[in-house]
T-cell receptor, first 114, second 114 residues
Framework: GNSVTQMEGPVTLSEEAFLTINCTYT??????LFWYVQYPGEGLQLLLK?????DKGSNKGFEATYRKETTSFHLEKGSVQVSDSAVYFC?????????????FGTGTLLAVQP | NAGVTQTPKFRILKIGQSMTLQCTQD?????MYWYRQDPGMGLKLIYY???????DKGEVPNGYNVSRSTTEDFPLRLELAAPSQTSVYFC?????????????FGEGSRLTVL
């Protein structure tokens, strides 16, 4: 079945450092790919998405490119802030997207130190 | 603008007790979901619904039941609680339309079964 694998955390960075969180997927067909973010004590919220190969999703300085040849969707940010500290989840659409069901990775905790 | 509201936020149950986690959304979304989040395991889909009167099992439905009598409400029922059901539960909703992938999450309900 479809699945998502993302790098384990925690990832600890200093403010203004470059961030990469790796995500790879296994899927039949052509799923949409997503990054969700969960701030402490809150539910998840959509950060960015890409719906087809070579699409780049971007939001709040974060970006990720849908790479079909490497089945990857790595999250990057050029300069992280303390306020970016959160858990980041990679996800893909399951079941053809008709029901918007998502399969999530295990999440990566990012801690940014001042 | 309430979005997705879950109650209660915290609950401690004894083994064998039953309870209902309430979820309501005010965005007129057709699709609703229940996920559980366990440490290091990401989110797993328990049940979902594509509209009033229609529910279907997700990846981990055993020990749970749902109903969807209205568009707004999607309660999750735990019968005969077990320690394995200790988790954080998230309700989410989504507008209809293929591949949008944007789920709107509640703040979660932390359940402990002792």
């Amino acid at each position: 079945g479809n699945s998502v694998t993302q790098m384990e955390g925690p990832v600890t960075l200093s403010e203004e450092a470059f961030l990469t969180i790796n995500c790879t997927y296994t899927a039949t067909g052509y799923p949409s790919l997503f990054w969700y973010v969960q701030y402490p004590g809150e539910g998840l919220q959509l950060l960015l998405k890409a719906t087809k190969a070579d699409d780049k999703g971007s939001n709040k300085g974060f970006e990720a490119t849908y790479r079909k040849e490497t089945t990857s969707f790595h999250l990057e940010k050029g300069s992280v802030q303390v306020s970016d500290s959160a858990v980041y989840f990679c996800a893909l659409s399951d079941g053809g997207g008709a029901t918007n069901k998502l399969i999530f990775g295990t999440g990566t905790l990012l801690a940014v130190q001042p | 603008n309430a979005g997705v509201t879950q109650t209660p936020k915290f609950r401690i149950l004894k083994i064998g007790q039953s309870m209902t986690l309430q979820c309501t959304q005010d965005m007129n979304h057709n699709y609703m979901y229940w996920y559980r989040q366990d440490p290091g395991m990401g989110l797993k889909l328990i049940y979902y619904s594509v509209g009033a009167g229609i529910t279907d099992k997700g990846e981990v439905p055993n020990g749970y039941n749902v109903s969807r009598s209205t568009t707004e409400d999607f309660p999750l029922r735990l019968e005969l609680a077990a320690p394995s059901q200790t988790s954080v539960y998230f309700c989410a909703s989504s507008p209809p339309g293929e591949g949008t992938g944007e789920l709107f999450f509640g703040e979660g309900s932390r359940l402990t079964v002792l």
